[in-house]
């Protein structure tokens, strides 16, 4: 009976991982037999909320693939402010630049658990390009991903030059609703977990005119807040403004 139930764990164990590794950008045009020599590589970990996967400026070379949770990327600057850059939640791969870049630079980010029970599978990079060059085909779609990558990052960088705090802030929500959001009777629920700190870094703007901003789309009806909550009422209203 127990060598039954341990099978049966091993096997859901190795389903989760495979589903969720089925629905990563980089693998999402992978076949499941594929998928599947890719497994025995891949080394799970349960994480609380706070701890750290992996520092700015280590030097390993491991991919991370968020299978549960959530996780946050922050940098630290020279006199050790922190810089919330953006959130990774299930199905999300991250710290996947060591391991494309050739020189096999640091790491850019610090990865920071932000829920209880995050699980998070890793794998190291000679396993990931071993299985590359068995399936050739398979970079390309990682190319095209890589390159989709690239610019949503240069669309950020327009947003910041050219799109007001409130029409910034609107694209931020609706980013974590399609994410993280969860329906319910009063409205599309997204438990973001940030201080107010964190999300104006997320919108790239201060604390105070992010608040304002978020203060207006309470005061229209668009929004509610509850503590590290937002219920989002009107989301067409969003999307409106965030392309305003």
């Known amino acids: 009976m127990e060598v039954r139930t341990l099978v049966i764990r091993e096997s859901n164990t190795m389903e989760d991982q495979r589903n969720a590794l089925l629905h990563t950008a980089l ?127 240069n669309e950020r960088i327009g947003d910041l030059v050219f799109m007001d705090v409130p029409g910034r802030l609107a694209k931020t929500l609706i980013d974590l609703a399609q994410r993280f959001g969860e329906p319910s009777e009063d409205g599309l629920v997204v438990p973001h977990d940030l201080t107010q700190e964190e999300m104006a870094q997320l919108v790239g703007a201060s604390r105070e005119t992010v608040n304002k901003a978020l203060m207006e789309f309470t005061q229209r009806g668009w929004i509610s807040r509850k503590g590290r909550t937002i219920i989002i009422y009107q989301p067409g209203k969003l999307i409106r403004r965030a392309h305003q």
């Open 27 to 153: 693998f999402k045009q992978v076949r499941p037999e594929e998928a599947d020599q890719l497994l025995p590589h891949l080394q799970r970990r349960y994480y609380a909320k706070g701890d750290t996967i992996f520092r700015e400026g280590d030097t390993d070379h491991r991919i991370y693939l968020v299978e549960n949770g959530r996780v946050k990327l922050t940098r630290e600057s020279s006199d050790h402010r922190i810089h919330l850059l953006s959130i990774t939640g299930r199905g999300e791969l991250l710290g996947e630049i060591p391991v494309f870049d050739p020189t096999g630079g640091p790491r850019t980010a610090s990865a920071i658990v932000m829920t209880n029970g995050t699980t998070v599978s890793s794998m190291e990079r000679s396993a990931m390009f071993d299985w590359l060059d068995e399936h050739p085909r398979v970079a390309i779609d990682m190319l095209q991903v890589m390159a989709n990558r690239a610019r949503l990052n």
